[in-house]
């Protein structure tokens, strides 16, 4: 086989576990992860960051209100991914 498309194997591998990780995470640990959220917004200090962003609209809850959608498109794209390796 040629190295180059054993390295496209090895990447469409990798990023089809990625994506498996976080539509698990959306799809049935979505409440532990707005709790990670939780955490991680006071261990990494984005509010100077986002402060612009903030004043607008507040981007966190939106995206939170969409888990389970965002999950079911990652699972779609770990399928995807699943048909791009055996292919």
Do not use: C
């Amino acid at each position: 086989m040629d190295t180059t498309y054993m390295s496209y194997k090895l990447i469409i591998m990798v990023l089809g576990i990625l994506n498996l990780i976080f539509a698990a995470l959306f799809l049935l640990w979505s409440n532990s992860l707005i709790q990670v959220n939780k955490i991680l917004k006071k261990w990494i200090a984005t509010d100077k960051i986002t402060e612009t962003l903030n004043d607008v609209h507040d981007v966190d809850s939106q995206i939170m209100k969409m888990r389970k959608p965002l999950g079911f498109v990652s699972l779609l794209l770990v399928v995807v991914f699943i048909f791009l390796y055996f292919y």
